[in-house]
């Protein structure tokens, strides 16, 4: 089960869902790591078939199982595998934030990046900087089914 | 409105005697005097039973799914407001056109009981209706209350008098008369709180649940044939014995579910024993639609796209276009 581990006594280690599109963003990982480019371990990537496969359950789905940012990496608009799959998931993407956002849940816990697969570079500094945002924002707590509080 | 119930039971005597139509859809007296409930008749005799006046809120158009399954045609009367909810159906292909004999019939705005009964009266044993007023008959004697005071919430953003979609119609077309009412005016105010502030909000108001799936039941718009909270192995299957998250997810993906489909009927808030202002949070969908990619009435014709289920390559980015404090 997918928990954050936050004892008082221990710093806090942000748990990262990334659900990255399986024809740029999964590639955009493999490039990162054999160009040696490296990224946050506290990010766990599932790949996906497109973006647009994510539903919005899946997503507050991770946040009640103890994910503290959810990232959804896909295509750049106009370039999707399936031609427009992205830009359907751009529009529910964009509702779902509004709407977390609406609920007083910090949106930055949400982010949305279109990343090809040539860049490499690109996915370890998003990835860096998401990492960076979540530690700042602290554990999720207002998402979180406390059942599944370790 | 009796003159309207008169001529509702008249068309569907005609209808069911001619057999034009195998059952009729309709309401009929409740309990009380106000919880008139929806009705399905299949013979003449039943007919006596159907009612229709100011206690008539129930959307019947959801009814019709299971009913159109039944391969008969089926009579069905809506108001004006319910007409949407009956093309968004249509347009969803839950329910098929050519098996429903709509007939519009006309609304002055359905009364809330318990709008009446915060006007000081006591021992109410029948309401009727005269013009743009209620006379309410008590144990205290009569009274007369403004039928505009006591509408219910969902009547206050009234679609007008015109219907979506209709074979027929009967009578003449009536106004909902009230103060003029901005829907979305709710939605702005908290959208002007702070997050902590519209946090505190909603889980105030949202652990207010019980789970009783009263909103999902009468939703029009949730038409789903196995819906994903009858999951026994789902989290969200129950009510938490915490004050978790739960409650927030269950109404997220609800509303979530009927985003761009949700004609704002109105009935989830109606039915919510609760309480619970359901209705703000398919707003905040209607409006963030409303904003970002251009006005939209679900329900109101039934070939256009739905906002979901289209895109348009310059759609603004998620979170750049995100209303509210931060």
Known sequence: ?150 | MQKIEQLIKEKARDLLAAGQVTSVIAWQKGEMFYDNAPGYFDNTEELDALVYNAFCAANLSKYLIANTKKDEKTAVFLKPCDTYSLNQLIKDRRVQREQVLVIGIPCAGMVDINKVKAQGLKGIIGITEDGDNLTVETAYGTKQVARAEVLLNKCLACKGSAYAVSDETIGEPMAVKHAPYDRFAVVKELESLSPQERFAFWQEELSKCIRCNACRDICPACSCEQCLFDNPESPLAGKANNNSAEEQLFHIIRAYHVAGRCTDCGECSRVCPQGIRLDLLNRKFIKDINEFYGDYQAGADADTNAPLLSFDVDDVEPGAATKGRE
Request: proline share 3%.
């Open chain 1, 1 to 150: 089960m997918l928990a954050a581990q936050s004892t008082p006594d221990k710093e806090f280690e942000q748990l990262i869902v990334a659900f990255c599109c399986n024809w740029c963003s999964y590639a955009g990982a493999d490039l990162a790591g054999t160009a040696r480019r490296s990224y946050p371990a506290n990010i766990k990537i599932i790949r996906v078939p497109c973006s647009c496969r994510v539903n919005p359950t899946f997503i507050l789905r991770a946040f009640l199982r103890g994910a503290d940012g959810v990232i959804i990496a896909g295509c750049h608009p106009g370039d999707c595998h399936y031609t427009s799959g992205n830009y359907f998931a751009r529009r529910r993407m964009t509702l779902l934030m509004s709407m977390l956002s609406f609920l007083g849940v910090d949106k930055a816990r949400l982010r949305v990046e279109w990343v090809s697969a040539a860049e490499g570079n690109k996915f370890a500094e998003v990835m860096t900087s998401f990492a960076e945002t979540i530690k700042a924002l602290g554990e999720n707590v207002k998402l979180r089914d406390l059942r599944c509080k370790k």
